[in-house]
């Protein structure tokens, strides 16, 4: 691990073992690997039912009726719901705009929306009786792009709009519109020796976690419900689903289950309030599990885009401005679109300095599949255009790609397009010198010593297409910026309660937070950091669920940063009313009890010169200190709906990477032989689980690079590969070793100095991808993610 | 219909079964091991990998039926199988191909149940352990198939390349890791099973 910079102003290394710093396992690491952690589809009751959901065939239609009668008749059904049973006024949910039926009402407006629920006692009986159901639609035309979105003649997805984007867009199938505009792009463009325009497209990522959407949903004695389930924010849930039950919040009472990777696709409701109205209507637990078709019609994918771009610069390799038009495809709902649409306009300069820029965000209201978060969240589709345009200005002008980039880049002080200027560390320049500095992998892995070729180190693999026959190698580069934490206003809170007692003669702590573990490392940060804090060496940490206040999502990079920093500063306040008792008991023995400078450490309490003052049991012997409070980070406002300006973002994170490609120029196959990763984490909490996710990030970033895409048919907008099979991720042969380099630049407004890191990895290793296939075939590549007939000019039209 | 066999090394009957029901359903919902997941139910991400008379398959693409008669081995058997294996030949390489459990041995053996507890089985097996260790468990979905998988690979290739490990692991999708830390575990496994040879 590289640290270079500014130390951070904590304790170097704790001194109490397991605190932050050290590669520390996972607490829920056994149960996983013996196959005992309870996952949320893993949940079992006694007398419980299955819940199936009968979901939309057409993508827009009129629903004309509705006709149950043969679906109820059958045996071993309790329940048929319609929207004609949904018990109060709120019909509607959503995480912006609550524009979201929890059934469809008169109308469908999207492929694979839900119209009916069955609850039965075995799933074979419920998926039956589903499809006993039947529904007469009269179908309408379907919108399927900004041309047929915003033409004046358009069917409305939604009429009668009333949210507050409405008054701010130019037509009621635009979600959200977010300009942005400094300086005069026009004027700067006099100045360009060089002029570069681009057209991309981006298509439609799939989250593709591997625990699909589940949950069980038990009605309790007091007329409320208990729902079990994989969400990224139990509070946001609960604020949706409440209200549609007609319950207060209390009367759901929601506990985190085992979260099965999420990636931004659990951020919306899924079986949530499905499952608990079954559970309320049939007075019996109900249980609802998708399958994987299922699971690629229950949540949102990431919007696929449309980015124009043109770029200037002058002949010493200087950008002089920027304009750029995005559009993305919400769909059907409006889901994230608002905050996509403010997080892609605001990042679409990427990490480089230009003063001069005109930009355009939108997201439009489509038929569809709904569009909403994915790790990266409008920043990976501006990431894959900008800096598909660096790569074209540099060799415009004959400049290597890495050296112009590095003569644009950011650094500590430059304003964002917003006015809002980067005040923390900005290693661009560096982060794009270690990539580029790593030793190249070897040539020709395939090579063997005897006659046969190891076909599995080619393009094709096992396949067997090729010894090596028309196999080029290219080399990419990307980097790329991303914001954490919720942006533009939003009040971005989390909640920790921590209490430490003695328990068999040993100080433990329990830390209780409403965190969603989505296998990010949460837990294990949080005990590392009660570690510290307290110096402590057991850590019990507490289920998640709303017993406890909000830790709001496990999303946009967050929640180590925010919940992370809410469990920090409970300890701090408990450490304080731990040293208040000290003081009480045993202040007249020493004098340095009335310091302030005193620390808990390995279970003492000790002066900042290290000595031992007292034993923290025997300070607090019967007594136990619990606190639970919440903890802000700092304030950001909303941008300008004009101009765009306005401090908006919380941190910035930064990643670099370079991609190694082979590519079978006639076959059109690509193999990436290598990834390097630098990126800069600010403060590794946990060096392991920093890397095991940049790992990650990278990969799903080389997924859309060369092979995730969810095809909709442009004419029905229906979904056509909802399956394992045909969206294909990445596996273990797809994917190559990835180096990774970490820098810790602390930034002095989080804690510990920490950056998330979540998203940035996803930023800038699909363009790396994209920009070494392209160095291997010359083909100029406009669009991810790039298949074989776009490679071997076979593409049909 | 009633099915009557193994597993993990207890003889099982799931009574009521409908013939529809893939073995891992049954795995699942009728005999509460839930270890095999359910990840695509459609044998594209072997989440459910179980060995089947020591082969290694995909259980949502078995029918319940199938199994009359016969042996599985699912994550919740995996440290014991492993011990077990260990116990009958020692130093657990396997370059005669000689490997797998003698009917004899397989009918002595009994598993000993997870303390329900705290999940701690008596003991990890090396590759269980090596997850863990190596960092190569983030959300957990895929890791009961990919452990399955990677102990019988480990089991008929004492020393894999890399390569030899991709193939093996090639069933077996993971959305979190990257896999680079699985790779690091196989590594791990390997290493750590020849210093005890």
Request: negative net charge; glycine residues 10%.
């Amino acid at each position: 691990m590289a640290t270079t910079g500014t130390p951070t102003n904590i304790t170097q290394g704790s001194k109490t073992k397991g605190g932050i710093g050290e590669s520390t396992l996972r607490p829920d690491g056994t149960l996983k690997v013996t196959g005992e952690f309870a996952y949320s589809s893993d949940m079992w009751h006694e007398d419980m039912l299955w819940g199936q959901t009968l979901r939309s065939t057409v993508a827009h239609a009129e629903i004309k009726s509705i006709d149950i009668s043969e679906a109820v008749a059958m045996p071993g059904v309790y329940a048929v719901l319609t929207y004609d049973d949904l018990p109060t006024e709120v019909k509607n949910y959503g995480l912006e705009i609550q524009d979201t039926p929890v059934l469809a009402h008169g109308k469908v407006r999207h492929h694979g929306e839900p119209v009916a629920l069955v609850a039965a006692d075995h799933p074979e009986t419920a998926r039956r009786a589903a499809a006993k159901i039947k529904i007469e639609y009269a179908e309408l035309p379907v919108i399927t792009d900004e041309a047929s979105a915003t033409a004046p003649d358009a069917v409305l997805v939604h009429e009668g709009r009333d949210d507050h984007h409405i008054g701010h867009v130019p037509h009621p199938n635009i979600v959200h519109r977010q300009p942005i505009v400094r300086g005069d792009a026009d004027e700067a463009a006099k100045r360009a020796d060089v002029i570069v325009k681009g057209e991309y497209t981006f298509g439609m990522q799939d989250q593709a976690f591997l625990g699909p959407e589940s949950g069980l949903a038990v009605p309790s004695e007091d007329g409320g419900v208990e729902l079990y389930v994989a969400t990224q924010w139990l509070h946001s849930d609960l604020k949706q689903i409440a209200p549609v039950l007609g319950l207060p919040e209390e009367k759901v009472r929601m506990t985190l289950s085992g979260v099965g990777g999420a990636f931004g696709g659990r951020e919306d409701i899924s079986m949530q309030i499905h499952a608990c109205l079954l559970a309320l209507r049939t007075g019996k637990p109900v249980k609802i599990v998708y399958n994987r078709f299922e699971s690629f019609f229950g949540h949102v994918h990431r919007h696929p885009a449309k980015l124009y771009y043109e770029h200037g610069a002058t002949k010493d390799g200087k950008l002089t401005h920027m304009k750029c038009k995005i559009v993305l495809d919400g769909g059907a709902y409006a889901s994230a679109s608002p905050a996509v649409v403010g997080n892609a306009s605001s990042l679409s300069v990427g990490p480089y300095v230009i003063d001069d820029v005109d930009i355009e965000a939108i997201a439009l209201y489509t038929n569809n599949p709904p569009c909403g978060a994915m790790r990266g969240f409008g920043a990976v589709q501006a990431c894959f255009a900008y800096e598909a345009q660096m790569d074209k200005l540099a060799a415009k002008l004959g400049i290597d790609p890495v050296e112009f980039r590095q003569l644009n880049a950011m650094e500590q002080g430059t304003l964002l397009p917003t006015g809002q200027p980067v005040d923390s560390p900005a290693p661009v320049a560096e982060l794009l010198r270690r990539v580029k500095a790593r030793p190249l992998p070897p040539e020709q892995q395939w090579v063997t010593a005897g006659e046969q070729a190891d076909v599995r180190a080619l393009p094709g693999g096992l396949s067997n297409t090729t010894h090596g026959e028309g196999v080029v190698r290219g080399i990419g580069y990307a980097v790329g910026i991303k914001n954490v934490g919720f942006s533009e206003g939003f009040d971005d809170y989390s909640t920790a309660k921590v209490r430490v007692e003695v328990i068999n003669g040993e100080a433990v702590a329990t830390v209780h937070t409403a965190m969603a573990e989505v296998g990010q490392g949460g837990i294990t940060v949080h005990a590392q950091i009660a570690r510290t804090e307290l110096g402590v060496t057991q850590v019990t940490i507490h289920p998640a669920d709303t017993q406890v206040g909000s830790a709001g999502s496990t999303s946009a990079s967050r929640q180590t940063y925010v919940t992370g920093g809410a469990v920090k500063n409970t300890c701090e306040h408990v450490r304080e009313a731990v040293l208040e008792i000290g003081r009480r008991k045993f202040g007249s023995y020493h004098p340095a009890w009335a310091t302030a400078e005193l620390l808990l450490e390995g279970g003492k309490v000790v002066t900042d010169g290290g000595e031992v003052l007292a034993d923290l049991a025997d300070v607090l012997e019967d007594e136990a200190v619990e606190l639970e409070l919440e903890w802000r980070h700092r304030p950001t406002v909303a941008f300008d709906l004009r101009t765009g300006q306005g401090n908006g973002h919380v941190q910035y994170s930064f990643a670099a990477h370079r991609a190694v490609v082979e590519v079978d120029t006639e076959l059109g196959l690509v193999k990436v032989v290598e990834l390097s990763v630098a990126q800069d984490v600010g403060k590794a909490l946990n060096p392991l689980s920093v890397v095991g996710q940049i790992q990650g990030g990278t990969t799903q970033g080389l997924g859309v690079a060369v092979m995730e895409e969810i095809i909709v048919d442009p004419k029905t907008a229906k979904v056509r590969n909802p399956s394992f099979t045909d969206y294909l991720i990445p596996t273990i042969l797809d994917t190559p070793t990835i180096p990774v380099d970490v820098l810790e630049l602390a930034d002095e407004h989080a804690p510990y100095g920490l950056r998330g890191i979540g998203e940035a990895p996803t930023l800038s290793s699909t363009p790396a991808v994209l920009a070494a296939i392209r160095n291997a075939t010359g083909l100029e590549l406009n669009r991810t993610p790039v298949r074989p007939e776009h490679l071997t000019g076979t593409e049909s039209s | 219909m009633r099915v009557n066999f193994t597993v993990n090394g207890r003889k099982q009957e799931a009574d009521d079964v409908w013939e529809g029901e893939s073995l891992l359903y049954v795995l699942r919902e009728r005999m509460g091991l839930p270890g095999s997941k359910n990840a695509c139910e459609q044998g594209e991400c072997g989440s459910c990998t179980v060995r089947l008379d020591g082969v290694p398959v995909c259980s949502c693409l078995v029918a319940a039926g199938q199994v009359e008669g016969r042996e599985v081995v699912t994550v919740e058997g995996l440290a014991d199988y492993a011990k077990h294996r260990e116990d009958a030949h020692p130093g657990g390489g396997c370059a005669s191909g000689a490997c797998g459990t003698s009917i004899d041995a397989a009918q002595r053996w009994q598993a000993k149940p997870l303390d329900g507890q705290t999940g701690e089985a008596g003991a990890l097996s090396p590759i269980q352990q090596a997850f863990i260790d190596a960092g190569a468990v983030q959300c957990g979905f895929c890791t009961p198939g990919l452990l399955v998988a990677a102990d019988e690979l480990l089991e008929r290739n004492a020393s894999p390349s890399d390569q030899d490990i991709r193939e093996a692991l090639s069933g077996n999708l993971c959305r979190c890791t990257g896999y680079e830390k699985i790779l690091d575990a196989v590594r791990l496994a390997a290493a750590r099973q020849e210093e005890a040879v």
